[in-house]
């Protein structure tokens, strides 16, 4: 992973998430970094488990020794294409929250051709920050989603004003 891959996700961004999904699912956090959105979730009752590279379960190469039922994740961005394939090939819902350049490639693109995407657009740009140095990263986002919402392109209208400038 490169370094721009350790931006923690603000646990806010979950909030326009969570009326899409599955409150009877037990959710699949597998890049969870810090833990924010296992944190959010939890704190909303959802079941969660929560593995990360960091600390020795890779998303891309590991099957899971639990049950789960969806993915909700925020994926290190330069391994968007693998996270992507991998997320479609294990066939179970997925949210991936995702800068929307994540529409551009050829290679995404082909992907969302042949499964099918869905969008959860957010408002405004959201402020990432680094874990140990603070640097902060803003850009706009979407969840990229698979089996989650009512139709193709949902666009949220007001998120949480302490993560969107």
Same mark, same amino acid.
Request: charged share 45%; proline share 0%.
């Given at each position: 992973?490169?370094?721009? *891959?350790h931006y923690q996700t603000p646990r806010g961004m979950l909030i326009p998430l969570l009326p899409y999904l599955n409150p009877k699912h037990i959710i699949w956090e597998c890049a969870a970094g810090d833990g924010n959105l296992?944190?959010?979730l939890y704190h909303n009752y959802f079941a969660v488990l929560a593995t990360d590279i960091q600390t020795g379960t890779d998303f891309l190469t590991s099957e899971p020794s639990f049950p789960w039922d969806a993915i909700v994740t925020n994926p290190p961005y330069s391994l968007m294409n693998e996270f992507i394939e991998r997320c479609y090939t294990l066939q179970k819902p997925f949210a991936l929250l995702m800068p929307v350049r994540a529409l551009d490639t050829k290679r995404r693109q082909a992907s969302y051709q042949k499964f099918g995407i869905e969008l959860l657009m957010l408002p405004g740009q959201i402020d990432?920050?680094?874990? *140990?140095?603070?640097?902060?990263?803003?850009?706009?986002c979407a969840w990229f989603c698979w089996q989650v919402l009512p139709q193709p392109i949902v666009f949220v209208e007001e998120t949480p004003a302490s993560i969107v400038s």
């Open positions: 992973m490169i370094s721009s *891959d296992v944190k959010e990432f920050y680094e874990k *140990d140095t603070r640097k902060l990263a803003r850009f706009v």
